[in-house]
C-alpha cells in the first residue's frame, strides 16, 4: 500500500474555466467598487454621480425625474411641421425660435406613430427608454457570451458559471456605465441608438449581417452619421449588410418626404453645416471641437446655452474639420480586408472613431464605447496573446475615465490652460481605441481565429491546369509561386476591372451584383468580358530571375493564384516556367485557407516551399517548408518570420508620398493657373478677397483635375505599358498599387467638393461639376473619336476659366470667351499633334487608344495653327470695340499684345513641329522663359492701359 497521501487530479480545461471566472469577477468587483466609492464621496460632498443616474433609471413617478432633452425639441418641430406643412421646420424652429432641434425629419416617424396611438407622452417615452436600456444590458450580456465564445475562451460555450459570470459582467457594466446613465437620466434618443449598436454588434458575430444593417439603417433615421456604416459596408464588399440598411433608409426617407416634403430633407443640411462651423464649448462635448473650443476659451465651457452654439474660430472650424476627416477615413479603413465576423473589431473600432469624428459629441453618445470594451477586456484573456500589464491598466484607466463622471473636480480649472484635462472622457476613447489597434496586432500574430470554424460544406471543384511534363524529381520540394504582387507588381482583378471600366462603361454598372455573388462570380463575369495580353503587363525582374535558375535545376514550379484561370493559364503559357497553375474559376476564389488545401493536395507529403507577399498569404507560410516574401511590407515579413524560415525579395523603391504626388500629377495643376485669367481681364488682381476665392479655385480645380488623371492612369494601363515615356507612371510600372488608385479617387473628389462647399460660391461647385463630368465623359467615351477629343480638351481649358469667373463673381465677357475658344482649340491641337510626332518616331501609324492616324498630322496642324491666329483676331477685334473703353483707359497700348500673341503662337506650333514640346502646352507655356516674358509684358501691358 502507498503511504503517499491522495491527490484530486483537475482537468486543465476546468482549471483554465476558473481562471476565467476570476477575472471576470474582479472586474465585476473593479465596477462596482469604482461605481460605488466615487459615489458615495461625490454624494457626500453634495454632487451628483453615477449612483444619482442609476436613481433616475428606476424612479419614474416623480415628475421632476421625467427627462425632455430630446423629446421636448423633437415634439415642438413635430408641431411646427403639422402647423406649417411644407415649409423649413430648421429655419423657423433651430434658427429663429433657437429650439436645438438636431435631428433629421425623419427621426420624427416613431413620435408620428406614437401620437396616431394616443401615447405622445413623456411618461410614454420614459419607459420606453427605460426598456431599451434594459435591453442594451441584455445585449451586452449576449454580446460578451458571443465574444468569449469566438474567442475559444475557456468555460465560455460549455460552464454554466463562467457563462453567468460573462453575462452578468456585461449586464452590470451597462447599468454601471455613465454615458448610458446619463443618456437615459436626460431623456434622449442615444438610448435607441445604444441599443441598435450593441445589437447590430451582435447581428454581425452570428453573420446575421442584413439584420445588422436594418439595425444601423434604423440608426441612421435618427443620426445620418450612422450612414458611414453603408460606406464601411459598401468598402468591405458587404451587399448584404449594405442592402440590410438601404431596406430601412429608403422606405424612410420616402414616407418622411411623403408627409413633410422633401424640402426639410434638403434643408437638414444647413443645420448639420452650421454646426460644422460652431460646434460646442460646453465641457461634455468630447471631441476635438469641444477640446479646442476649451483651450481657446472659445464660448462658455461651464454653462450649457439652450439657444447658442460657440462663436465661429477659424481655428476651430479648421481642427473640427482635418480631426473629422481624420477618425471617418480610420474607420472606414482599418482592417478592410478582414472577412465574416472576424470585422467585428472593425466593425466596433469605426462605430467609436464615426462618434468621437463628430463636431460635437455629449458624453452621452459614448455608450457606444461598451463594446469595444468587451472586447479589449476579452481579447486580453485571449488564449496565446500575450497580456502585459501596462495594457490591462489602461483598460482600467479608459473605463475607470469613461465610466464615472469626474466633472466636477477638473471643471474647477475651466478658466484656466489646464481645462484639457475636461476632456477626459475624449482622453479615454484614444486610449481605447489605442489598445483595440495593439489587440489586433497581438491577435494576427497569436494567428488564432475571431470566429469559430464554419461547419463543413461542399467545395467547388478546384481548377488546376497542367502547363508542362512535371520535372524531374529530385531532391528539392515544389516551388509554389504567387501570382498577383507576387510575380506580377500588379493584381489582375483590379486590372480587368479598369479594362471592363474602359472598354463597357454601362456593363461596369453591374459589378457591385456580380461582387454580391461572390469574388469567385466578379473574377469569373471580367474574365469572360475582358482580354489580358500577357505580354503586357508588369513583371517583377527579380522573381523572373529566381524562377529561371529554380527551373533550371529541375525543380517542379507551381503557379498558385487567386486569379482566374484564364489569367492564369495564359501567363503561364506565356512566360513557360510553371509545370501546373493552381487558380480561381467561377466557382471557388482560391485565396489562403483554399489555397492551402489546393496546395496540400498537389503535394501529398507536405513537404514545400511558398512565395507570397501578403496577410492571405500567412495560411500557408504557417505550413510550408520555407517561404519567401516578396516586396512585402514590414509587418507581414516579421509575422511571416515566426511562421516559417522567411526569405525576402526586395528591390530599391522610391519613396511612397512621392510616387502618390507623381501619380497626382502636381506639376498640371499649372494648367489651373486659368482661373486667374477673370482677375486679370476684371482688373481685380489686387482685391484681396477676390485673389483668395481665385487662390481656393485653383486649389479645388487641382484635387479634381489630380482625382481624373489617376482614373486616367488607371483606364490606359495597357496604352501607357507600351508607351516610351508613359511607362514609368507610378500604376503603370506597378510602383504604386491599384487599389490604392481606386481609394485616391473618392478622397481627392471629396476634398475638392468640400473645399467648394465650404469656401466658395454655389456656382464655382457647378463649374467644377461640370469639368468632372466632362473629364469623366472624355475619358470614357471621346478620348479615342477624332475631333470630338480635341473639342472637349479644348472646353476643359474653358472651363477653368469659366470656374475662376464664377468664384471671383466676375461675368466673363463675349470676348474673352471668344478669345479662349479659338486659343484653346490650338493648344489641343498641339497636344494631339505632339503624341502623333512621338508614335511616328516609334515607326507606329497610329497612337494606342486615340483615333487619329500620324498622317493626319498635317492637318491637325492646319487646324491648330489657324486656329491660334484666330484667337489673336478676337483679341484685335476687342481692342476696337466700344467695350475695351468702359475696363481701359488707354486701349491703344494693348495692341502691342498682338504680335506678341503671333509671336507665341508661331513659336509653340514650330517647337511642335521639331518635336519638342512637351505633351501638354499649357505645362510647356508655365516653364518656357519666352513664354514668361510674354505673360509678363502682356501684364504689364494692361496694367498700363488702365492706368
Same mark, same amino acid.
Given at each position: ?244 440598411? #438601404?431596406? =430601412?433608409?429608403?422606405? !424612410? @426617407?420616402? &414616407?418622411? /418626404?411623403?408627409?413633410? $416634403?422633401?424640402?426639410? +430633407? ?94 460635437? #459629441?455629449? =458624453?452621452?453618445?459614448? !455608450? @457606444?464605447? &461598451?463594446? /469595444?470594451?468587451?472586447? $479589449?477586456?476579452?481579447? +486580453? ?183 482566374h484561370h484564364r489569367y492564369a493559364d495564359a501567363i503561364a503559357r506565356h512566360l513557360g516556367l510553371f509545370d501546373q497553375v493552381l487558380a480561381s474559376n467561377d466557382a471557388l476564389n482560391l485565396k489562403s485557407e483554399r489555397k492551402f488545401e489546393a496546395i496540400r493536395a498537389q503535394a501529398p507529403s507536405g513537404v514545400f516551399d511558398y512565395m507570397g507577399n501578403d496577410e492571405a498569404d500567412f495560411a500557408i507560410w504557417r505550413a510550408a517548408r520555407h517561404g519567401i516574401a516578396v516586396e512585402a511590407a514590414p509587418a507581414v515579413i516579421r509575422h511571416a518570420g515566426t511562421l516559417c524560415p522567411l526569405e525576402t525579395i526586395s528591390t530599391p523603391r522610391r519613396s511612397r508620398p512621392l510616387l502618390i504626388l ?286
Open positions: 500500500m502507498s503511504m503517499h497521501p491522495a491527490t484530486l487530479s483537475v482537468p486543465a480545461s476546468s482549471r483554465s474555466a476558473s481562471w476565467v471566472q476570476r477575472r471576470v469577477a474582479v472586474a465585476l468587483l473593479f465596477i462596482l467598487v469604482t461605481t460605488g466609492a466615487l459615489g458615495l464621496t461625490l454624494h457626500r460632498l453634495g454632487q451628483p454621480s453615477n449612483l444619482t443616474d442609476i436613481q433616475n433609471l428606476f424612479v419614474l413617478e416623480n415628475p421632476d425625474l421625467i427627462p425632455t432633452d430630446s423629446w421636448d425639441p423633437m415634439i415642438a418641430a413635430l408641431g411646427w411641421l403639422h402647423e406649417h406643412p411644407g415649409e423649413n421646420v430648421y429655419d423657423g424652429v433651430f434658427f429663429q425660435q433657437h429650439i436645438k432641434f438636431q435631428y433629421p425629419v425623419t427621426s420624427l416617424l416613431p413620435l408620428e406613430a406614437m401620437r396616431a396611438a394616443g401615447l405622445l407622452t413623456l411618461h410614454a417615452f420614459s419607459r420606453i427608454n427605460l426598456l431599451l436600456v434594459m435591453a442594451t444590458a441584455a445585449g451586452m450580456a449576449i454580446l460578451m457570451l458571443e465574444l468569449a465564445a469566438r474567442l475559444k475562451l475557456p468555460g465560455a460555450r460549455d460552464d454554466r458559471t463562467t457563462q453567468f459570470l460573462l453575462g452578468g459582467l456585461g449586464f452590470t457594466a451597462t447599468l454601471c456605465f455613465y454615458p448610458v446613465l446619463k443618456a437615459f437620466s436626460l431623456g434622449q434618443v442615444q438610448v435607441w441608438l445604444n441599443a441598435a449598436f450593441v445589437f447590430a454588434c451582435v447581428a454581425l458575430l452570428r453573420d446575421r449581417r442584413a439584420l445588422c444593417g436594418a439595425l444601423l439603417g434604423a440608426s441612421t433615421l435618427m443620426k445620418p452619421q450612422m450612414s458611414l456604416f453603408l460606406v464601411w459596408a459598401v468598402v468591405r464588399g458587404d451587399w448584404r449588410m449594405a442592402a440590410g440598411w #438601404a431596406a =430601412v433608409v429608403v422606405p !424612410g @426617407v420616402v &414616407l418622411a /418626404a411623403l408627409l413633410y $416634403g422633401i424640402a426639410p +430633407l434638403v434643408d437638414y443640411l444647413d443645420v448639420l453645416l452650421f454646426i460644422g462651423r460652431h460646434g460646442e464649448s460646453y465641457y461634455v462635448n468630447q471631441t476635438v471641437n469641444g477640446l479646442v473650443n476649451r483651450l481657446l476659451h472659445n464660448g462658455n465651457n461651464l454653462d450649457w446655452s439652450a439657444e447658442s452654439f460657440a462663436p465661429y474660430h477659424p481655428v476651430v472650424h479648421a481642427a473640427t474639420q482635418v480631426s473629422g476627416l481624420f477618425f471617418v477615413l480610420l474607420g472606414l479603413l482599418w482592417r478592410r480586408r478582414e472577412v465574416g465576423s472576424e470585422r467585428i473589431g472593425a466593425f466596433v473600432f469605426a462605430g467609436v472613431c464615426f462618434t468621437v469624428g463628430s463636431p460635437v #459629441a455629449w =458624453v452621452h453618445h459614448f !455608450g @457606444v464605447l &461598451l463594446p /469595444a470594451f468587451a472586447l $479589449g477586456f476579452l481579447g +486580453l484573456m485571449e488564449s496565446g496573446v500575450r497580456r502585459p500589464a501596462a495594457a490591462v491598466a489602461i483598460l482600467c484607466v479608459a473605463y475607470f475615465l469613461a465610466g464615472n463622471l469626474l466633472f466636477w473636480p477638473v471643471n474647477r480649472m475651466a478658466d484656466t490652460p489646464l481645462n484639457v484635462l475636461q476632456s477626459y472622457l475624449f482622453a479615454a476613447t484614444l486610449l481605447l481605441l489605442g489598445l483595440l489597434y495593439d489587440l489586433a496586432g497581438r491577435h494576427d500574430r497569436a494567428a488564432v481565429p475571431l470566429r469559430a470554424a464554419p461547419a463543413a460544406e461542399a467545395e467547388p471543384v478546384l481548377t488546376a491546369t497542367a502547363i508542362a511534363p512535371p520535372a524531374a524529381s529530385g531532391a528539392e520540394p515544389p516551388l509554389f509561386v504567387d501570382l498577383d504582387g507576387t510575380l506580377l507588381k500588379t493584381d489582375l482583378l483590379y486590372e480587368s476591372l479598369f479594362g471592363l471600366i474602359k472598354a463597357q462603361p454601362w456593363t461596369a454598372l453591374l459589378v457591385p451584383l456580380w461582387l454580391a455573388g461572390g469574388r469567385a462570380r466578379l473574377k469569373g463575369e471580367l474574365a469572360r468580358r475582358v482580354e489580358i495580353d500577357p505580354a503586357s503587363l508588369v513583371y517583377n525582374p527579380a522573381v523572373l530571375e529566381r524562377l529561371e535558375r529554380e527551373r533550371h535545376r529541375g525543380r517542379r514550379l507551381v503557379l498558385a493564384t487567386a486569379a507623381r501619380a497626382l500629377r502636381v506639376h498640371q495643376w499649372l494648367k489651373n493657373l486659368l482661373v486667374f485669367v477673370p482677375l486679370l481681364a476684371g482688373q481685380k488682381l489686387g482685391d484681396p478677397e477676390a485673389t483668395l476665392r481665385a487662390v481656393l479655385a485653383f486649389v479645388a480645380f487641382g484635387l479634381c483635375a489630380s482625382s481624373i488623371y489617376v482614373l486616367n492612369d488607371l483606364l490606359d494601363l495597357p496604352a501607357d505599358r507600351r508607351h516610351p515615356r508613359k511607362r514609368r507612371r507610378p500604376f503603370a510600372s506597378g510602383d504604386l498599387p491599384l487599389d490604392l488608385g481606386l481609394l485616391l479617387i473618392p478622397a481627392l473628389l471629396a476634398a475638392s467638393a468640400a473645399l467648394s462647399i465650404l469656401a466658395l460660391p454655389p456656382l464655382f461647385l457647378a463649374a467644377l461639376a461640370a469639368y468632372a463630368a466632362s473629364s469623366l465623359f472624355y475619358n470614357l467615351f471621346a478620348k479615342n473619336r477624332v475631333v470630338w477629343d480635341v473639342m472637349l480638351l479644348a472646353g476643359l481649358y474653358s472651363l477653368r476659366v469659366l470656374g475662376g469667373a464664377t468664384a471671383t463673381a466676375i461675368v466673363p465677357s463675349f470676348w474673352l470667351l471668344a478669345f479662349s475658344m479659338f486659343l484653346f482649340l490650338s493648344l489641343a491641337m498641339v497636344k494631339r499633334y505632339s503624341e502623333m510626332d512621338s508614335m511616328m518616331k516609334l515607326g507606329l501609324e497610329q497612337a494606342e487608344g486615340r483615333g487619329y492616324l500620324t498622317a493626319d498630322m498635317p492637318v491637325l496642324q492646319s487646324i491648330g495653327v489657324s486656329s491660334g491666329f484666330l484667337s489673336v483676331l478676337v483679341m484685335a477685334l476687342y481692342i476696337n470695340s466700344p467695350e475695351v473703353g468702359m475696363v481701359y483707359d488707354r486701349p491703344q497700348a494693348l495692341w502691342i499684345i498682338c504680335p506678341l500673341l503671333l509671336f507665341w503662337i508661331g513659336r509653340v506650333w514650330l517647337q511642335t513641329h521639331r518635336g519638342q514640346m512637351h505633351d501638354d502646352p499649357v505645362v510647356f507655356a508655365a516653364r518656357d522663359k519666352w513664354s514668361i516674358v510674354i505673360g509678363v509684358i502682356c501684364a504689364v501691358v494692361l496694367e498700363v492701359g488702365r492706368t
